[in-house]
């Protein structure tokens, strides 16, 4: 099982977290046409290799965080980071 | 006492001669010794056949009397599939014989042998695909032919259940190999666990020479004492992300399996090496066994194997057992040896047991043993489960490790073979202790300085040891996989050369391709026999060598698992409410919700409902989601939760909300109540509490993160009671001073909190999901039982009594009010529950808002609507079809339905096509039953008190 380093409580089993998805910006609600609200809502980029992605520490310290992920070796290749404006994903 | 095939007392054995122990063998009584396998007893008593194959139910005997033994799975008891040649015999066992009927000596269905060229690869794919109408009859005929134990129904659940670990480094093996590299790593400071299958420790060791049994004993006395925490009977079944390690203890006390989950920050791999089975033909005939059997039934188990023997060598391995069939007696009748260029096609005689073996000197020689050491496989499956690809190595004709892993390193024979005395083997397996240890504590510092909060670690970062160890020499080997016959490749499935010579000329001549279409490989010994011989048959084919052709990954698990290890113990929890005593006692009958146990009625729903409709009920809804928030910005918040206008709630008042997904689905609903300035208290459904709180709390984290909001879930703080009916007011005036019940001070939807019952801190607001004149009040679960008592005290006269969830439901129906997820579905947006006033597109931005404003231009989204069956009577089931009349065209379907008590009749919500949604429209109901029954769609979702004046009274 994978380890997810939360930011707060350190490295977890993914199972302690709840995989929230790619980390997205969602569009401006009063600008945005159907298209590219559905593409935020369905669409997800699946790349092989580097993925920024959001985590919810469900079991721990309640926080969501966005880390960056190599979807190849599954590692984590860059600190994830904390609290603040984090991107959604949902 | 003395059994016809046990020898005297071997200087090496691990029986206990003292101790007998009584068993059944096909219900016949037979005798063992304590320290036996099931097979060795088997043995011992001359038993040569222990089982009957799986496809053409040949009678087979021992092959390599170890874990892997193909030919030794047995039936114990109620317990299927037992390894016979690893399980320890104890008094009293009932072992029998599987894929035999009626019995092991006389099988009638060994008759396949005879069309066994019409049950070769590809066999069920190609026989039993045509025509479809007769699945059902083929399926009844390839039931009996179904291989394996009897699975006894009956049997209780076992006991089985889960650790969570933390060592620095695990060993897997416990061999020569893993012993020194555990107590090396343990010696440099490491917390070491080390998990052997076997219930000795010492691997090959046991079955040498007095003297390689006394290192076993003292490598495992070494690894006791320097700490190494040694499982036996334990398998580490799988290597997964980050060195997450599974082992499935078989030896831990009182429960039949313990699944043991280690995150170790080293894995050491050293399972040794598997003797691996010769093809010729007649090799599955009882009494061909590997060098590795004979060795350990003579000297483990004191058993003589055989009267005269012929032996086929290309090894020391294979010339120690000859060593050691000469010391029980045994008559060698020749020696083949493969690295003079001798060899053998083929092992001739009957069914039952081999009698001669033909050479390829064109000799044939009478023998009633013929025993193969023709090499290795190496069983690399948990070095692949870490990413690496091990390399054939024609010249030692075997696969080694690549050193290529950082956190997993591999020692013993996966890594070379030792020198003659095999110092060099052990100082590898030292070296490999070593740097794991190292490693072990640079990955510890890793893990705690990336944890925020823990100690601080103690200087820098350590280096990252680099491996240093000494390449380990690697014996040259002859390439021996299939003599010029053709024989069984994998004795589990029944699969020959032959077989994977057809399906290659049928095109699946790729090795993954061959595996699956053969099944060659996939047996109990997950190829440990098997893997090499299959691709070495295949390289054959193809004209390649075996590093071309390659072999198939190596997944988990190591060997199999059993579905108890992995369940292991339930830890899902139970909720209950603090009343939950009281419903038990006065017999409610219990309803499982989610993770709650509620009740659901106290014996007769119906008069439950006429009670509440006409006097006053009370119910106990503590699953309630219940979340407190406090803050300026709470408004905010719920204004970009839910759908509706929330900026101006006055204090004391409390509103009814729906709230969308992103996509405008339905994702929960309920009521908010403001109790104080910058104080409130929202309700969710009970199974949405959870899924709600992580929804505020990711709105808050991530797009609003200067909104002031505190947000505390309190499901369990509160024990929730529905005070509902036209006396409720009265009864709840009975218990309170200090809340004013009035109904021109507090009206429907309006929250006060006071005192009930001497109850402090109670929350109570005025709503009517049952349509009644309703109060829910929200004590202080500490209290709750109290003032669940005194309210059926303080009621007597007014005829208070409990009611359950069903008669909650069947009055919330009456009332037309839906429930997310019964009446919606992950489809269902916010205007197709008529909600659509409640939907404020002015707001500037709430979640959800911009699929909700286009679902509002889509008239023809689904409706949901009441009905009502034309004939009272009929009370349709939920999720019935509602079809356009006299076709099958699907217009909607029934989500809710019940037959309502007040009004005498079937009532209902359903999601109908728009076409259909308007008051008065007949609707086609498709019943389960297949008949078609009239619906009427009413006006509004209430079937009863559509104006509201009973719950505003």
Sequence with gaps: MLLVPCPHCGPRNASDLAYVGEARRRPDPAATSPSQWREYLYLRSNPAGLLRETWYCRAGCGRYFVVERDTVSNTFSAPPVPGRKTGRGA | MSLPSRLPPQPTEVIDRSRVLEFSWNGRPLTGFDGDTIASALAASGKGIVSRSMKYHRPRGLLTADYWDPNALVQVGDEPNVRAAHRRLEAGMRVSAQNAWPSLERDVRAANGLVQRFLTAGFYYKTFIRPRRLWPAYEKVLATFAPGGRVDLQTPHGRHDKRYAHPDVVVAGGGPAGLVAATHAARAGARVMLAEHEYRLGGHLLWGEAQDVALAVRLADEAARAGVELLT????????????????????????????????????????????????????????????????????????????????????????????????????????????????????????????????????????????????????????????????????????????????????????????????????????????????????????????????????????????????????????????????????????????????AEGYDHIELLKRYTTATMGPSQGKLETVNTVAVLAELRGQSIGEVGTTVWRPPYAPVSLGALAGRIFEPKRVSPIQPWHEAHGAHPIVAGQWIRPEHYGDPAAEVVRTRTGVGITDVTPLGKLDLQGPDVPLLLSHLYTGRWMKLPVGSVRYGVMCGEDGVVLDDGVTGRLGEEHYLMSTTSSGARTVLEWAESWLQTEHPQWRVHLTPVTDAFTSINVAGPHSRTLLARLTDDIDLDPESFGFMRVRRGAIAGSPDCVVWRIGFTGELSFEVHVPSGYGLHVWQALLEAGGDLGVAPFGLEAQRIMRLEKGHF???????????????????????????????????????????????????????????????????????????????????????????????????????????????????????????????????????
């Excluded at chain 2, 601080?456 to 000494?470: K, N």
Aim: glycine share 10%.
């Design chain 2, 819 to 953: 429930i997310v997820g019964q009446d919606t579905d992950g489809l269902t947006q916010a205007p197709t529950t008529g909600l659509g006033r409640l939907i404020a597109l002015d707001k500037p931005d709430f979640a959800g808002k911009p699929e909700l404003a286009w679902a509002l231009q889509q008239p023809q989204a689904p409706h949901l609507v009441a009905l009502q069956p034309v004939d009272p009577r009929v009370v349709p089931d939920e999720a019935c079809q509602i079809v356009r009349a006299g076709t099958d065209e699907i217009l909607g379907r029934i989500t809710s339905s019940r037959m309502s008590p007040t009004l005498g009749r079937g009532i209902c919500l359903g999601q109908v096509a728009a076409e259909v949604a308007h008051p008065g429209a007949e609707v086609t109901v498709r019943l389960t039953n297949g008949e078609r029954v009239l619906a009427r769609v009413l006006e509004e979702h209430a079937h009863f008190d559509p104006e509201g004046a009973r719950l505003r009274g």
């Design chain 2, 233 to 504: 009977d334990s398998t580490v079944t799988g290597r997964y992300e980050d060195n997450w390690v599974a082992i499935a203890q078989r030896s831990h006390p009182g429960v039949a399996e313990r699944l043991i989950k280690a995150r170790a920050k080293m894995l050491v791999v050293a399972p040794g090496l598997v003797e691996r089975p010769y093809v010729f033909a007649g090799n599955d005939r009882p009494g061909v066994m590997t060098s590795g059997a004979v060795r350990r039934l003579v000297r483990m188990y004191a058993v003589k194997p055989g009267e005269r023997a012929v032996v086929l060598t290309a090894n020391p391995d294979g010339d120690a057992a000859v060593a050691a069939l000469r010391a029980a007696g045994v008559e060698i009748v020749a020696v083949v040896d493969a690295r003079a260029g001798e060899g053998i096609v083929a092992a001739h005689g009957t069914a039952r047991r081999v009698e001669a073996v033909e050479l390829e000197d064109g000799r044939t020689l009478p023998c009633d043993l013929l025993v193969t050491a023709v090499g290795w496989t190496a069983p690399t499956s948990l070095l692949n489960m870490a990413g690496d690809r091990p390399d054939f190595d024609p010249t030692s004709a075997r696969f080694f490790g690549s050193d290529a892993l950082e956190h997993v390193l591999a020692t013993g024979g996966l890594a070379g073979d030792g020198d003659s005395d095999g110092h060099s083997l052990l100082d590898h397996a030292a070296q490999t202790g070593r740097l794991a240890a190292a490693r072990a504590a640079v990955v510890a510092h890793r893990l705690q300085a990336r944890t925020a909060h823990a100690a601080a670690v103690d200087g820098e970062e350590p280096p990252w040891p680099a491996d240093t160890r000494s390449a380990l020499p690697r014996e040259p080997h002859p390439g021996l996989f299939r003599a010029r016959t053709h024989g069984i490749v994998d004795y589990s499935e029944d699969v020959s050369s032959k077989d994977l010579v057809a399906a290659a």
